[in-house]
């Protein structure tokens, strides 16, 4: 059974269509890269996905639980919109830290405050404990007392794909995790991204990283100008991809590398 299934996705601003009907669907544990050029609608699609931008058509549906449908669609309150988003974790590519809060405050802030309205919710020890061993997992135990200033761009990506596991969102999107950071630094996350792969984990990303997206997706998609041109494996959309602009983005993107 589908974990998401995302159907004639539609998003327009003004006169301009940026998405122009997207559909897809993926099985729990898979991993999806999204490529394209700038403009092609991808960040677009992710934030209709979270609920920062509400689709113009089309539907959203976790599990068997659709969550939005513009042709029912009722605006939804405030509470409704953040019930929504607790099925994605988004990982943006400004990391989004809070600058005043610890790595480990980072971390369980907002969990504690998902916690507070269950009447059997997890204890403050219990969260902190859960942060702890993400932070383990991401390889930076050492820096819970840290502040976001004194870590670096990488250790700050990691610490913002822990805040966003300790959620536990059904689906992880990431949105262009790396372009903030230099080559050695695009290393270290990218490798917490593909440790994540082994843990069954349902992902969606965002990324500019070619060789990267071939090697850890079980599926891609390449979108040019709000549709998706191309969808397939890895092995289908890069090593034989039918469209002449698929073709001609794969041959400036790995002339670059």
Avoid: W
Avoid at 85 to 97: A, D, E, I, P, T
Avoid at 225 to 251: H, Y
């Amino acid at each position: 059974m589908s974990v998401l299934t995302v159907k004639d996705i539609k998003k327009h601003f003004g006169k301009v269509d940026v998405l122009k009907g997207i559909s897809f669907s993926l099985e729990k544990g898979e991993v999806l890269s999204i490529i394209g050029s700038s403009g092609s609608g991808k960040t677009t699609l992710l934030r209709c996905l979270n609920f920062l931008e509400t689709p113009d058509e089309g539907s959203i549906t976790v599990g068997q639980k659709c969550i939005f449908d513009a042709g029912a669609y009722v605006k939804m309150s405030d509470a409704q919109i953040r019930e929504n988003r607790l099925h994605f974790g988004l990982v943006f590519q400004s990391f989004n830290l809070f600058p005043q809060y610890t790595v480990l405050k980072n971390l369980t802030l907002a969990r504690e405050l998902m916690e507070k309205k269950k009447p059997d919710g997890l204890s403050k020890q219990e969260i902190t404990n859960e942060a702890l061993e993400l932070l383990e997992r991401v390889g930076l135990s050492d820096k819970k007392d840290a502040y976001p200033c004194q870590l670096s761009g990488g250790q700050q990506q990691r610490v913002a794909i822990a805040r966003a596991l300790s959620m536990k969102p059904e689906i992880l999107c990431f949105d262009e995790p790396t372009s903030a950071l230099d080559p050695e630094l695009t290393g270290e996350v990218l490798k917490v991204i593909k440790e994540l792969k082994d843990t069954n984990t349902t992902m969606i990303i965002v990324t500019h990283e070619m060789g990267f997206a071939k090697s850890v997706s079980d599926k891609v998609i390449f979108m040019a100008d709000g549709v998706i041109e191309e969808m397939g494996t890895p092995e289908e959309v890069f090593d034989n991809p039918k469209s002449q602009k698929t073709q001609n983005f794969l041959a400036k993107s790995f002339e670059n590398i």
